[in-house]
């Protein structure tokens, strides 16, 4: 069971009010089950909804935050905060505390976590799920691409298929909870 999700999501809100609805239901969803959430430690955007309703029920927070970024931005009273000096000690911090992840609407940032943790994963530095939360068809596109990298021989179809993508987040922890992955080897 998963006690521990690292979640990317965008610090801006999107234009659509879905992501923040849907996102502060995840959060909630996320403190109900007594998961730990691991993020990026911002208060801003989606990352600040997220983090906020986790905390309402009750929820335990990590937040792994460059200083930089730390001196910049408003904060929220995290379950505990880690102030680092690069982005790659935040990520290598946030994959190595986290059960599994999640990737929620966001912009190349959130982008970018996406493919490294999916790349690790596919590469063999980890076995965790990897999920995407697809609201409002958001990452859609995404999905095509990837597709297209498979016909195109950049990616094994069984690796796609590792990537575990739903619009319902019940399901969607579900599915992650179930997860057993590939025996296959990208090398090979």
């Keep these: 069971m998963i006690k521990k999700v690292c979640v990317f999501c965008g610090s801006s809100f999107g234009k659509s009010n879905i992501y923040k609805q849907e996102i502060e239901k995840l959060g909630h969803m996320i403190g109900k089950k007594d998961m730990e959430l691991i993020y ?4 801003s955007g989606l990352m600040g909804v ?10 335990q927070v990590t937040g792994i ?10 904060h929220v009273e995290l379950t505990d ?18 059960d599994a992840f999640i990737a929620l609407p966001g912009g190349i940032g959130t ?25 409002n068809h958001f990452y859609d596109p995404f999905r095509d691409m990837l597709l297209h990298m498979v016909r195109e021989g950049f990616i094994k179809k069984e690796f796609l298929e590792n990537l575990i993508v739903d619009d319902n987040m019940e399901e969607l922890f579900d599915q992650l ?12």
């Design 111 to 135: 982008l970018e976590e996406l493919a490294e943790v999916f790349t690790w994963q596919q590469i063999g530095y980890h076995e965790k799920p990897v999920g995407i939360l697809n609201i």
């Design 40 to 43: 990026g430690g911002g208060n």
């Design 177 to 188: 909870n179930k997860y057993n992955p590939t025996s296959s080897n990208k090398w090979s």
């Design 50 to 59: 997220l983090s906020k309703a986790v905390l309402a029920e009750g929820g």
């Design 65 to 74: 935050i460059p200083k930089k970024i730390y001196d910049q931005v408003d």
């Design 81 to 98: 905060l880690h102030i680092v000096e690069t982005m790659h000690e935040r990520k290598n911090k946030m994959y190595s505390l986290a």
